[in-house]
């Protein structure tokens, strides 16, 4: 079992592009939550979702930041029209329920946007 | 609003020294609360739970409710307990709350 497999694991982008990043959560895991960590901060929750669902999007910013999690394929965490305060590490995390039972994380994709 | 604090960013101790490492969480109703280790370069691993009074590589944590405390302690480190820690709230069963992390370095 690989775990929960994040890429690429460094991002850069210039303001303004678009950055995807993506997430494999562990071979049967249905549940996804993404987490952003700022540079001397904890992590961030963002968002949950399970597969073709939201569950809970109460940490995601309100604009230019969009998460999926399709009936095939892996979780994407895009953000549109990137700005400098994005630069951040963003976690993934993946469990085979609700509940903190067997949470993994991945080992995360810094963006650095330039 | 659910709050949790890890009042030191950095803690210098030496080797075979006793560690302590804060974590004071501000929630109302009953917490789950975990420590998370992340050493160099790896992905965040979880260190111990509250709920399964465990006791891995040495560390241990007591919840005190009536602090609101969950320090993670041992009582001889070693050089390879240097990471980041970080103290964690679970709530609603799908997501967590962090600390924003301490860094203990423990010197030979």
């Known amino acids: 079992n690989a775990g929960v497999m994040q890429n690429p694991r460094h991002l850069v982008r210039r303001r303004g592009q678009e950055a995807r990043l993506r997430c494999s959560p562990m071979?049967?895991?249905?549940?996804v939550y993404w987490y952003r960590q700022l540079p001397e901060e904890g992590l961030k929750f963002m968002v949950y979702?399970?597969?073709?669902?939201?569950?809970?999007e109460s940490g995601m910013p309100k604009e230019r930041f969009s998460a999926e999690f399709p009936k095939e394929g892996p979780s994407i965490l895009r953000i549109q029209q990137v700005v400098r305060g994005d630069s951040a590490a963003y976690f993934c995390?993946?469990?085979?329920?609700?509940?903190?039972?067997?949470?993994?994380f991945g080992s995360g994709t810094r963006l650095t946007v330039v | 609003a659910q709050r949790v604090t890890q009042p030191e960013k950095l803690l210098s101790v030496f080797k075979g020294a006793p560690v302590e490492l804060k974590c004071n969480y501000s929630?109302?109703?009953?917490?789950?609360l975990f420590w998370y280790v992340q050493y160099s370069r790896q992905r965040l691993q979880l260190l111990l739970r509250?709920?399964s009074r465990e006791s891995i590589k040495g560390f241990t944590a007591d919840l005190n409710k009536g602090e609101t405390s969950f320090h993670l302690k041992k009582p001889f480190a070693q050089e390879e307990d240097s990471a980041m820690y970080y103290c964690?709230?679970?709530?609603?069963?799908?997501?967590?709350?962090f600390g924003s992390g301490t860094k203990l370095n423990v010197k030979p």
């Open positions: 995390a993946s469990s085979p329920g609700r509940g903190a039972h067997g949470y993994t």
């Open positions: 071979k049967g895991h249905s549940h």
């Open positions: 979702l399970q597969k073709e669902n939201i569950i809970d």
């Open positions: 929630y109302s109703g009953s917490p789950e």
């Open positions: 509250h709920i």
């Open positions: 964690a709230l679970n709530l609603n069963f799908n997501k967590f709350y």
